[in-house]
C-alpha cells in the first residue's frame, strides 16, 4: 500500500511554517487536536486539493542556543526532509528579507531531485511582490510569493503541487495484485523497542541489523515473508536516534516514518518495552493508528526480563487497557523477539485482526440487534426533544463504519455514543480495530421504510 506523497516544510524559525502547516491541513488549529498527542510541537497531518491527498510535516519547533546550534540542526533538519520527504516546501520571511541562515538551507536543499518550491511567505498582496527580487540569489528558477496567513496565491502553489500528486483513489494502490498480495504488518514502537529483533525471528534470519543502541535502523525496511501458505509484507520503522544531542529532532522523523508506514499498514503490530512500560511516545503513536483507522495488536517485549508471578500477565493487561482506556479491545501479546517466546502467535492475530477490519454484518441481523438494543435502552430526551432512531446500517470496512438514522441527529449525546459502540464491540467483538460510527437526519421516506409507519 502506497502512503500519501509527503510535503516536508522546512526553513529558520518564524517565518511561518506552522500557519502555512495549518493552511494545508485546512484548519487553524494544532495537529495535536487532529491526531492526539502526535507531538507536543504539533507537526503532523494531512490535507486534500481538489481530490489530491497528500501528508503534510511542519519540521519547526525548537529555540537553538546559539547560531551554531541553529546551523547544526538545520543542517539536520533539511538533510532529514530530504531522506522523507517526497516534496520539500522551503519557507522564508519575505518581509525581514535573506538572511545568512536561508543561504545555507538553500545551498544544502538546491541539489536536490525532489521537487523544491522556495516559499517567500507574508506576502500579504501583489504591491508587495517586489520583495522577492532579492530571494532569486538563491539561484531557484521560481520564487513563489504567499501569505500562510491570508492565503495570497496559495491557490496558485497549491495548484502546482497538485500536478505531482496521484488522484486520491490511487492512494493506497499497492506494486501487488489482489491475488498475490500480501497482508501488510508495520512494525510500529519507540527506538529499541526490539522491532528489528523480532522481524528476524519471525523471518529466522538475521536478515535486519540488530543493535542495543537506540536508532540503529534509519530507513523503514519491507520483507516479504510466507508462512503456512500465508504471504506477509513485515514493514520495518526502527528508530532513527543516532546521539543524543539531535535525539529530539530525530524522535521527531521516526514519527513521520511511522506516520507512513501506519497509512500502508493492514495491521500495526505496536511494541512496547516492558521494561520500560508504556510511555507517552507509546500512547501517541497507538492513538494515531487508531485516528487513521487501523487495526492494530500490542506486543510487550522483552517479557522474559521481568520477575513475575502468575498474576504479573493479568495485571499488566489492565494496567495498558486502563491506559488506554478507549482502546482497549487490542489485543495484547506478551512475548519476547530474543527468545522467540509466544512469536508464533502474531502473525495468527495480525490475520483475525485483519478479517475483522474488513467484517461486513447483513443489514437483517444488524437491524435486529439495533432494535433489540433501542428498545431496551431508548436515548435520552433531549431539550424537551423525543430522539428516535430508526434504521442502521454498515456503510464501510477498513474500517468498519456504521451509519445510524435519527430524528435530530445533533442531539445525540457522546456518553451515548460511547454506549452504543460498546454494545456493538460486545456483542459482534470486532477484535484488535477501531470502529466508526456516524448518525444521519432520516427524511420522512426513509422514516417510514425503515419503522414500517
Request: aromatic residues 8%; negative net charge; hydrophobic residues 40%.
Amino acid at each position: 500500500m502506497t502512503a500519501r506523497p509527503l510535503i516536508a516544510i522546512v526553513g529558520r524559525p518564524n517565518v511561518g511554517k506552522s500557519r502555512l502547516f495549518n493552511r494545508l491541513i485546512g484548519r487553524h488549529q494544532a495537529i495535536v487536536e487532529d491526531f492526539p498527542g502526535v507531538t507536543r510541537d504539533r507537526q503532523y497531518g494531512e490535507g486534500e486539493w481538489y481530490g489530491k491527498a497528500f501528508a503534510v510535516v511542519d519540521t519547526g519547533g525548537f529555540e537553538p542556543e546559539s547560531e551554531d546550534v541553529l546551523l547544526s540542526q538545520m543542517r539536520e533538519q533539511a538533510q532529514l526532509a530530504l531522506e522523507e520527504a517526497d516534496i520539500i516546501f522551503f519557507v522564508m520571511d519575505a518581509r525581514e528579507g535573506l538572511t545568512p541562515t536561508d543561504e545555507e538551507i538553500a545551498r544544502m536543499l538546491r541539489n536536490t531531485e525532489k521537487p523544491l518550491f522556495p516559499i517567500a511567505n507574508k506576502i500579504d498582496g501583489a504591491r508587495h511582490d517586489d520583495l522577492i527580487a532579492e530571494f532569486y540569489a538563491l539561484g531557484f528558477e521560481r520564487i513563489y510569493p504567499t501569505s500562510a496567513e491570508h492565503g495570497y496565491q496559495m491557490d496558485d502553489l497549491l495548484d502546482e503541487v497538485a500536478l505531482l500528486l496521484p488522484p486520491e483513489e490511487d492512494v493506497g494502490s499497492s506494486r501487488f495484485t489482489d491475488e498475490d498480495r500480501p497482508l501488510h504488518l508495520a512494525v510500529i514502537g519507540k527506538p529499541n523497542a526490539g522491532k528489528s529483533t523480532l522481524i528476524n525471528r519471525l523471518l529466522g534470519q538475521e536478515r535486519l541489523l540488530t543493535s542495543d543502541v537506540p536508532g540503529t535502523t534509519r530507513d523503514a525496511i519491507d520483507t516479504l515473508l510466507e508462512r503456512n501458505g500465508e504471504r506477509y509484507l513485515l514493514i520495518d520503522t526502527a528508530g532513527v536516534r543516532r546521539r543524543k544531542s539531535i535525539s529530539e529532532l530525530m524522535e521527531k522523523y521516526s514519527v513521520v516514518k511511522a506516520f507512513k508506514a501506519i497509512d500502508r499498514a493492514d495491521v500495526v503490530l505496536y511494541m512496547v518495552n516492558a521494561e520500560e512500560g508504556l510511555t507517552e511516545q507509546d500512547k501517541r503513536l497507538i492513538r494515531m493508528t487508531v485516528e487513521k483507522g487501523k487495526p492494530h495488536v500490542l506486543l510487550v517485549n522483552k517479557w522474559d526480563t521481568l520477575e513475575k508471578d502468575n498474576s504479573t500477565a493479568g495485571a499488566w493487561a489492565k494496567a495498558l487497557q486502563d491506559e488506554l482506556r478507549l482502546f482497549d479491545y487490542a489485543p495484547i501479546l506478551f512475548i519476547s523477539a530474543l527468545s522467540g517466546q509466544r512469536v508464533h502467535r502474531i502473525l495468527e492475530t495480525a490475520q483475525e485482526c485483519a478479517q475483522e477490519w474488513t467484517r461486513r454484518i447483513g443489514t437483517g441481523p444488524l437491524n435486529r440487534w439495533f432494535r433489540a438494543f433501542v428498545d431496551g435502552n431508548p436515548p435520552p430526551v433531549h431539550h424537551g426533544r423525543r430522539l428516535k432512531l430508526y434504521y442502521a446500517s454498515q456503510v464501510a470496512i477498513r474500517p468498519p463504519t456504521f451509519m445510524f438514522t435519527t430524528n435530530h441527529p445533533e442531539a445525540i449525546h457522546q456518553g451515548y455514543e460511547r454506549f452504543l459502540l460498546n454494545q456493538l464491540r460486545k456483542d459482534f467483538e470486532f477484535k484488535g480495530t477501531p470502529l466508526k460510527l456516524f448518525f444521519r437526519k432520516a427524511e420522512d421516506r426513509k422514516k417510514e421504510e425503515a419503522t414500517g409507519e
